[in-house]
């Protein structure tokens, strides 16, 4: 089964947060309402440098996701 880059969630313990979880390496879920980042595992071949500069593309990346989604859902 392929898997799609990001999903968009919701919990009902959580009534006003959103999140986009990231199922590609390093997986990590990111709260829209705080926008605290959750890394679901720790990338360890990646050095503080480079991870930053993998989140900054990979939090933009889930930001743009996040925008079609909620255009996409708009026009239904």
């Known amino acids: ?3 799609p ?6 919990n009902t313990d959580f009534p006003n ?3 986009i ?7 990590f879920i990111i709260n829209l309402n705080n926008d605290e980042v959750e ?4 990338p360890e071949d990646l050095d503080e440098a480079e991870l930053n500069a ?3 593309g990979l939090i933009l990346q889930a930001n743009e996701f996040y ?9 239904e």
């Open 1 to 3: 089964m392929e898997l």
């Open 5 to 10: 880059k990001f999903l968009l969630g919701d």
């Open 17 to 19: 947060d959103i999140f």
């Open 21 to 27: 979880i990231h199922l590609d390496y390093p997986r």
């Open 39 to 42: 890394f679901m595992e720790e």
């Open 54 to 56: 993998e989140m900054e």
């Open 67 to 75: 925008d079609r989604e909620m255009e996409r859902y708009e026009k």
